[in-house]
Nanobody
Framework: VQLQASGGGLVQAGGSLRLSCAAS????????MGWYRQAPGKGRELVAQ???????NYADSVEGRFTISRDNAKNTVYLQMNNLKPEDTAVYYCAARFAGRNEPDYWGQGTQVTVSS
């Protein structure tokens, strides 16, 4: 599986961005999809994930502001980010894992999100 992320950019605090991650292959619907981020000098953290059932979960820091969704017909997962804060500044990565595994099996390249105050 190859993952191609897009949609990052520079936005002012309070603004919105939508990230997209397009996957190759025909088994997209079988994967748990997630968005991770890594800020300068920090470790990579899970931001949001969406199960094969459509169930979602979020990091506390983004709950209520970010929404993850998937379109299995388009092999694409999205991350709608609203009310962005400077602390959301990071490189964002999409990832895919098989259900039942704890860590991603595949990673996309990162896309930079910068939120100015």
């Amino acid at each position: 599986v190859q993952l191609q992320a897009s949609g990052g950019g520079l936005v002012q605090a309070g603004g919105s961005l939508r990230l997209s991650c397009a996957a190759s292959g025909s088994t997209f619907s079988s994967y748990v999809m997630g968005w991770y981020r890594q800020a300068p000098g920090k470790g990579r953290e899970l931001v949001a994930q969406i199960m094969t059932s459509g169930r979602t979960n979020y990091a506390d820091s983004v709950e209520g502001r970010f929404t993850i969704s998937r379109d299995n017909a388009k092999n694409t997962v999205y991350l709608q980010m609203n009310n962005l804060k400077p602390e959301d500044t990071a490189v964002y990565y999409c990832a895919a894992r098989f259900a039942g595994r704890n860590e991603p099996d595949y990673w996309g390249q990162g896309t930079q999100v910068t939120v100015s105050s």
